[in-house]
């Protein structure tokens, strides 16, 4: 079974603190995703990467940064957690094809900043 | 502005009772339109992708359909564990990557026994 694993199902932070958000796919993907969800707003893209050490700005990136260091590896990281990023924050990978291939998803990681 | 808009916000069945959500975009250069569940709790889950007007999908009692404005997801006598949110993507015609996806804020349905 195909499998995007992010590391936490619940984070709760502190306001400044840096935050680390992992995700690992196990589908020898090229692309992934960063992906934050909120209520009434839908899915909006925070970053993506079409392979290793390459990183793309989506719709959203302020506040975020990204890494991946090995293929199967995403981290988006937060360098100073603010209330504005209390969110659920779903990560995705996809391989890459000219074709439209579908996007597999992680359960998500609903972080909390107090 | 690229947009994606999702119709109704909410939908209520009773089991048995079919119906049919929407999606509409502005989008330039459609390059495919995706139909994703996401149940509570969980990341979205792919079900369908469409290129062209006129194209149709089907699985189970689901069937997705493609017209140059919108996508229809129709439901056929659904059943309780068809209760979901269900987003629809559009995909931009730039690049050749995933990342080009926008999607709608999603149609909650709940089908009661």
């Known amino acids: 079974d195909v499998k995007v694993t992010q590391s936490s199902r619940y984070l709760v932070k502190r306001t400044g603190e840096k935050v680390f958000l992992e995700c690992v796919q196990d589908?020898?993907?090229?692309?992934m995703f960063w992906y934050r969800q909120d209520p009434g707003l839908g899915l909006r893209l925070i970053y993506f990467s079409y392979d290793v050490k390459m990183k793309e700005k989506g719709d959203i990136p302020e506040g975020y940064s990204v890494s991946r260091e090995k293929k199967e590896r995403f981290s988006l990281i937060l360098e100073s957690a603010s209330t504005n990023q209390t969110s659920m924050y779903l990560c995705a990978s996809g391989p890459l094809s000219a074709t439209n291939e579908k996007l597999f998803f992680g359960s998500g990681t609903q972080l909390s900043v107090l | 502005e690229d947009q994606v808009t999702q119709s109704p916000e909410a939908l209520r069945l009773q089991e048995g009772e079919s119906s049919s959500l929407n999606c509409s975009y502005t989008?330039?250069?459609?390059?495919?339109l995706f139909w994703y569940r996401q149940d509570p709790g969980k990341g979205p889950e792919f079900l369908f992708t469409l290129y062209s007007a006129g194209e149709e999908k089907e699985k189970e009692r689901l069937k997705a359909t493609l017209t140059k404005k919108e996508s229809f997801l129709h439901i056929t006598a659904p059943k309780p564990e068809d209760s979901a949110t269900y987003l629809c993507a559009a995909q931009r015609n730039y690049g050749g990557s995933q990342g080009n996806l926008i999607f709608g804020k999603g149609t909650k349905l709940s089908v009661k026994p």
């Open positions: 589908m020898d993907h090229e692309n």
């Open positions: 989008v330039s250069g459609l390059r495919g």
